[in-house]
């Protein structure tokens, strides 16, 4: 790159207009849409579409609700030439679909693009040619006069042409292309010379289209000329203003939306944004960002994954990832910071109420994706993401602290392989952690009972370190017992810190989960947690997992009453 890069760029002129209104302006109905990708999305692909794609993408287009599609260049290529003749000979247009079709101001061209819509009942018949100064200069080595001239030849053509088929319902398009890099007062001459000739009214509109051809200014300047334009054109009210952004500095969106502040009527655009060079503006983007503003765009994207399946069929382009609404990943979220808010956000989301789940613009679910791949884990998770995934997925609710405790676990993990973990994979930590810890006891078997005075009792066969022993105790309560029972096996003192308990799922699959944290004789605990049909047994193996846990720490062996340790010892050698 340049040291001095002002020897070779410039920047872009102010348009100058002090008095500028669209600042003020907000979109609160959707813009007419024109999908160009027959044509401008399909000139620049490596290998255009063939009939069978061209197909594809007009049905689905259809399907979305565009009631204008440029189908194709039909005096350029016998592709779209052909596919302009099967659309209208097979009746595949309905009544209500204006086909769209481009020329140069070429006599010849004009004829051709003319035979090929003989007999559609709707049809845009789209001009243009390049009107900015180094074009005039470069590839037409005309002055202002000869490029209007071309102009409006080509308008009177197409007028003369139209007459003859007067059982199509024709709309003139006229685009000086380059328009954003026109002189603006070149630019208003040349439209109002065309427009001379085809002398629209509220009536009989004509769409005039100004051209980003080469996005080439920020998009507040091409709000600016978009507003000029619109203020000074003559026959302002019976034309339908267009925009054709393309997305060279990646601000089409933006150009397309301050666009329709300043005045404009109407978008041409593609399907993600496919087109010539950086591309054309992405329809799908603006059409969204209108709904999240509450303004339906008239566009159905309900079935997203599908659209992003269709354009990488036709276009065989990748969608990114990223993309706006669409992408994979556009609806997930790996840090813990965004986790933990995105669950508190559904949690608190009322049905039918104003969205407002954090780092989610829209809800996933109004384009057809699920709430699955929202929260998804990686060394950038924390507890709030894991837990949402095990209440999802495994309908675990887990306490607090032994989400915390279990977030450890987790990103020790993801910090060692330094990837994504699965659900099934944080599922599978977490019982290998809490569930599956047999070891040194195991509970076979137990009785509930009470003694002489009406105590609770319990009787449990234990295996430890594989050798079954008998333990019982009295206690206040089954776990209560438990616990005392254990103490005496093991001669260390075990508390509970916590015990919680909740149903999984409901009727006579029901299954009761119990998390118990145990405390040891050092003072630290650590949780176990088991699933049965019964809450007892749930809870009591739970506890023993706790308990394994603690031992697996060597937290049994630090304290205690060493005689009992040593009959223990001597017990299970
Ligand atoms: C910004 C856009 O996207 S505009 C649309 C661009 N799309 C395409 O070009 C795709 C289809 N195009 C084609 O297949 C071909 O260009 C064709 C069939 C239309 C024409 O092909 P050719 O006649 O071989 O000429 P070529 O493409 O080289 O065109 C250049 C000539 O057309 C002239 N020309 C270019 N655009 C226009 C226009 N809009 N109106 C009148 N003349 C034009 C040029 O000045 C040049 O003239 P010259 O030969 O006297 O120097
Ligand atoms: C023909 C015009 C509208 C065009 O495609 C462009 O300028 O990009």
């Known amino acids: 790159m340049l040291k001095q890069p002002d020897t070779k760029y410039r920047s872009f002129p102010q348009v100058g207009l002090r008095d500028r209104t669209w600042p003020d302006h907000v979109i609160d109905k959707a813009p007419a849409w024109c999908s160009v990708d027959l044509r401008d999305g399909n000139q620049a692909l490596i290998e255009p ?153 509220p009536e009989k ?66 399907l993600f944004g496919n087109g010539e060079r950086t591309g054309n503006v992405d329809l799908v983007t603006l059409a969204m960002n209108l709904y999240t503003q509450g303004v339906h765009p008239g566009l159905y994207f309900d079935d997203i994954n599908e659209v992003v399946r269709l354009a990488e069929y036709c276009n065989q382009l990748p969608i990114h990832p990223r993309h706006p609404y669409a992408g994979e990943l556009v609806f997930t979220a790996f840090s813990g910071s965004h986790q933990d808010a995105i669950k508190k956000g559904f949690a608190a989301q009322a049905k039918d109420s104003t969205w407002e789940v954090p780092y989610l613009p829209i809800d996933p679910k109004d384009v057809g994706r699920s709430y699955e791949a929202v929260i998804r884990i990686n060394s950038q ?17 887990m306490p607090r602290r032994l989400q915390i405790e279990f977030s450890h676990v987790i990103q020790k993990v993801t910090d060692d392989t330094g990837r994504e973990l699965t659900a099934p994979e944080i599922w599978e930590a977490f019982r290998q952690e809490y569930m599956d810890v047999t070891r040194p006891f195991e509970l076979v078997d137990y009785r509930e009972g009470t003694d002489a005075d009406g105590n609770d009792k319990l009787t449990a066969t234990i295996r430890d370190n594989g050798e079954e022993r008998i333990i019982a105790a009295q206690g206040n309560g089954p776990i209560d017992a438990f616990v005392a029972a254990l103490s005496k096996h093991t001669g260390v003192d075990l508390q509970v810190a916590d015990y919680t308990e909740h149903a999984t799922n409901a ?29 007892v047994t749930a809870s009591l193996h739970a506890l023993l997992n706790a308990v394994n846990r603690l031992a697996g720490r060597s937290v049994l062996d630090d304290a205690g009453d060493e005689e009992l340790k040593a009959a223990r010892k001597e017990t299970t050698a």
């Open 49 to 201: 579409m063939d009939g069978e794609r061209k197909r594809r993408m007009f049905h689905a287009l259809l399907d979305i609700g565009f009631k204008e599609i440029e189908v194709g260049f039909p005096a350029a290529s016998q592709t779209d030439y052909d596919f302009c003749r099967m659309l209208i000979e097979e009746n595949l247009i309905p009544d209500d679909v204006y086909i769209q079709v481009l020329t140069q101001a070429r006599p010849e061209l004009i004829e051709r693009t003319f035979e090929a819509v003989r007999g559609a009942p709707n049809v845009i018949l789209h001009l243009y040619n390049s009107t900015s100064t180094v074009q005039r200069r470069v590839v037409f080595g005309m002055e202002r006069d000869g490029i209007t001239e071309l102009a409006v030849e080509g308008a009177k053509q197409v007028q003369a042409l139209a007459a003859e088929q007067p059982e199509t319902r024709w709309l003139f398009q006229y685009s000086p292309e380059s328009f954003t890099q026109t002189e603006l007062d070149y630019a208003l001459e040349i439209v109002d010379a065309v427009n001379a000739v085809w002398q629209p009214t």
């Open 205 to 270: 509109p004509v769409i005039i289209n100004l051209p980003a051809t080469v996005e080439v200014s920020t998009p507040n300047i091409h709000a600016d000329q978009i507003e000029w334009f619109a203020r000074n054109v003559q026959r302002r009210d019976g034309i339908i203003l267009s925009v054709h952004p393309h997305n060279d500095r990646g601000t089409a969106v933006a150009a397309a939306e301050l666009a329709v502040m300043a005045g404009a009527d109407r978008i041409e655009g593609t």
């Open 381 to 397: 998770s924390g507890k709030g993401g894991i837990s949402y995934l095990m209440e999802r997925d495994y309908g675990m609710t």
């Open 507 to 535: 009727g006579a699959n029901a299954q009761a989960v119990a998390y118990v944290e145990m405390r040891g004789p050092d003072g630290s605990s650590l949780f176990g947690v088991a699933r049965h049909g019964n809450i």
